[in-house]
């Protein structure tokens, strides 16, 4: 009677408390799995950014080449 309600009641929390946790899991999985490709995009414009940095300086290079070569053709 009541010892078995009770059972069934604490055996529906436990079922409960099983898929609340196994969805605790999946979310879980699924925040690491997009801080992996935030930790990604992250590198991608670190890696951007240099190549960026590597392209501004060859240009002042050669806007000061260009620089001096006017200056020799100026009389």
Known sequence: GRIAGQVEVVRDMI???AAAAEEESKAVEEVSG???GIAGVTSENAKGAQELARAAEDLSKLT????????????
Do not use: K, P, T
């Open 64 to 75: 000061a080449q260009l620089r001096d070569l006017v200056e020799r053709f100026r009389i």
């Open 15 to 17: 079922g409960q408390i």
């Open 34 to 36: 997009n801080m992996e």
